[in-house]
């Protein structure tokens, strides 16, 4: 399997999602349990992945995976059950070994519900430091620009 990068999306470091909150994701005031940001942090980033090119499961076919090393979050509005929310993610910087992935979640009426930062490695499926350099340049390629 050949990582092929989006050509349209590569230099793009901003991706947009729209998601629907369920009920299910609520509390029993219709209020958003605050663990679902984190979630949809990774439904942002994921979607973006895959747009580039770069797809979780593809990495994965290639030795690759990318483990959550933090996560954080900054509630700032309440979000309720039906209400359609923005999440923007932006990919701030790249270490060679490390990227650093900002949020910002902006409900229907243009109001900022929460922000948020997380952090990835590259590692193989030993759990061990992986040179994506080395060993997927495409993913090496795509990210030095955030450097």
């Not at 499961?57 to 700032?76: F, K, Q, T």
């Not at 650093?100 to 929460?114: K, M, N, P, Q």
């Amino acid at each position: 399997m050949e990582i092929i990068i989006n050509s349209e999306n590569e230099m793009c470091g901003t991706h947009t999602y729209e998601h629907v909150v369920q009920y299910y994701e609520t509390d029993a005031m219709q209020i958003v349990h605050h663990s679902n940001y984190i979630r949809w942090m990774e439904e942002v980033r994921l979607d973006f992945l895959a747009k580039v090119g770069l797809a979780y499961d593809d990495m994965e076919a290639h030795g690759v995976i990318i483990p959550v090393l933090s996560a954080s979050c900054e509630y700032r509005q309440a979000t309720r059950y039906g209400e359609t929310v923005k999440i923007m993610a932006k990919i701030e910087r790249f270490d060679g070994l490390r990227f650093f992935v900002s949020y910002r979640i902006v409900g229907e009426d243009g109001t900022l519900r929460a922000t948020g930062n997380t952090s990835h490695c590259f590692l193989n499926k030993d759990m061990k430091p992986v040179n994506v350099r080395k060993a997927a340049p495409p993913i090496y390629e795509y990210f030095k620009k955030f450097k």
